[in-house]
């Protein structure tokens, strides 16, 4: 559990360095890390979900996919918008979709 915390805890620190990077590349490198989480939360949540089928806790883990599938939605608009500013995702992991 301290070791999770203390994942959580760096991560965290990495997300607020990128954030202070250049505009450009900060958009580009925060947009590849939210993509790649959002995908992983889809991913979970859907395997749960039809793991869970006709039991207790299937509804929570539909409910949690069907909203993070939003959110992989909604990211690949903001991709889409980031791919304006003129520069490849390269850190992006390409062809990564739930």
Do not use: C, Y
Not at 9 to 35: C, K, S
């Amino acid at each position: 559990m301290e070791q999770d915390e203390a994942s959580v805890r760096t991560l965290d620190e990495g997300i607020r360095r990128l954030a202070e990077g250049p505009p450009e590349q900060a958009i580009r490198d925060l947009t590849a890390v939210a993509n790649r989480a959002v995908i992983e939360i889809h991913k979970i949540a859907r395997e749960q979900a039809k793991d869970q089928r006709g039991g207790a806790d299937w509804g929570k883990w539909a409910k949690l996919a069907n909203a993070a599938r939003s959110g992989v939605l909604q990211l690949a608009a903001i991709r889409d918008s980031v791919k304006a500013f003129g520069a490849s995702q390269a850190s992006d992991t390409d062809g990564a979709r739930a």
